[in-house]
């Protein structure tokens, strides 16, 4: 029995890609911040990436045929108030990981999940964008992946790594915590039903255009990824359809019987905004055969619902 080990498994991500390699018949293993209450569970390590002796026990221990390495700071609104905490996580912590994989499991496949946030703003006329643009990334955030997926990129050359990157475009659904733009909707539509605040949705920019895809469609594409993808490659993930922010607002607010009025909240404008960027996945199909499965409506109506019951 093949066995994985998910950095980060107590995440929203992780959660599905626990569940997607279970369902291949993998042994997943994962790790979760010392402190959460997953550390009690027998399948969870508890390790925190900047804790250098703790990643080495990890992986000593486990040592996992494939490592997902999911576990990071992944808020790009949080990015501007914590710059050196993203830093720190995303490409330190990277490189602890990567270092005792060199050390006490080379053989392991790895993943490493970048963002398409890394390529910055991008004209409209270069849509969708492929792997070989110009990366420009203009947050705290992007500039840590893009740092990450360098130093990943000189472990598989320098020591011949078997790692892989992932440039993921949003990725959405139930259980997504607060501070993404469709669970930050999606809760206070829900909050609202509840009567639990006015019917008044704050919100940030609603200009910007995002590649949205369903998180079981990217962990599915992971898993493909590290099973037909190339050491030493980067891949993007993502639908290759982009809608304007202003369009998932309305979906969502038409999804409930509340008379709900928006008001822009400046407070939620980020120094720097990214207009648009839709995904050229040509790359990950050509090598998996990969398409994506759920819809854009059914993943919003999903997220509505996970937050009326939650
Ligand atoms: N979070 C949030 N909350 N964003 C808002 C809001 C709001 O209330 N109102 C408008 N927005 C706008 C943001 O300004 C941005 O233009 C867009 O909605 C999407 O914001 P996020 O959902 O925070 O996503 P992101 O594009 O900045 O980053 C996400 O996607 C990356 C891949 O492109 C994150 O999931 C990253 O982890 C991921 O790497």
């Given at each position: ?11 929203f991500?992780?959660?599905?890609l ?5 369902l291949?018949g993998?042994?997943v293993?994962g ?11 027998p399948?969870y ?6 804790d250098?002796?703790q ?14 390495h ?8 949080l ?5 050196a905490?993203?830093?720190?996580i995303?490409?330190?912590g990277?490189i602890?990981?990567?270092e ?8 392991t496949k790895v ?13 409209k006329?270069?849509?969708p964008?492929?792997e070989e643009?110009?990366?420009?990334p ?6 840590s992946?893009m740092t ?9 050359k320098?020591?011949g ?13 139930a ?6 733009v469709v669970?930050?909707f999606a ?8 009567g639990?605040?006015?019917?008044v ?13 369903n998180?079981?469609d990217v ?10 993808g190339?050491?030493g ?12 922010i ?8 038409n999804m409930s019987?509340?008379?709900i ?13 990214v207009p ?9 199909k050509q ?10 409506k ?10 009326r019951?939650?």
């Amino acid at each position: 029995m093949k066995k994985a080990l998910i950095t980060g498994m107590s995440g929203f991500v992780g959660h599905y890609l626990k569940i997607a390699l279970e369902l291949k018949g993998y042994l997943v293993y994962g790790t979760c911040l010392p402190g959460e209450a997953y550390e009690k569970f027998p399948q969870y390590y508890a390790m925190n990436l900047l804790d250098n002796a703790q990643v080495i026990s990890v992986i000593k221990d486990c040592q996992p045929d494939e490592i997902y390495h999911l576990a990071g700071q992944s808020s790009v609104a949080l990015s501007w108030s914590k710059p050196a905490l993203t830093m720190n996580i995303n490409v330190n912590g990277t490189i602890n990981l990567l270092e005792a994989i060199k050390e006490f499991c080379p053989k392991t496949k790895v993943l490493i999940v970048g963002s398409s946030d890394e390529y910055g703003p991008v004209k409209k006329e270069d849509c969708p964008v492929n792997e070989e643009h110009q990366l420009n990334p203009v947050s705290p955030y992007g500039i840590s992946k893009m740092t990450q997926e360098k130093i990943a990129q000189i472990y598989a050359k320098a020591y011949g790594l078997n790692v892989l990157m992932v440039r993921p475009f949003n990725h959405i659904g139930a259980m997504q915590a607060k501070g993404f733009v469709v669970s930050d909707f999606a809760s206070k539509v829900a909050a609202i039903e509840k009567g639990e605040m006015e019917p008044v949705v704050k919100v940030g920019n609603l200009h910007s255009y995002r590649d949205f895809t369903n998180v079981e469609d990217v962990v599915e594409a992971y898993t493909l990824l590290l099973d037909k993808g190339v050491s030493g490659e980067v891949y993007n993930v993502g639908s290759g359809k982009a809608v304007e922010i202003q369009e998932v607002l309305n979906t969502l607010v038409n999804m409930s019987n509340k008379h709900i009025t928006v008001e822009i909240d400046e407070q939620l404008y980020r120094p720097v905004d990214v207009p648009v960027v839709v995904c050229d996945n040509t790359k990950l199909k050509q090598v998996t055969g990969w398409e994506p499965k759920k819809d854009l409506k059914n993943t919003l109506l999903e997220t509505l619902n996970y937050w009326r019951n939650n």
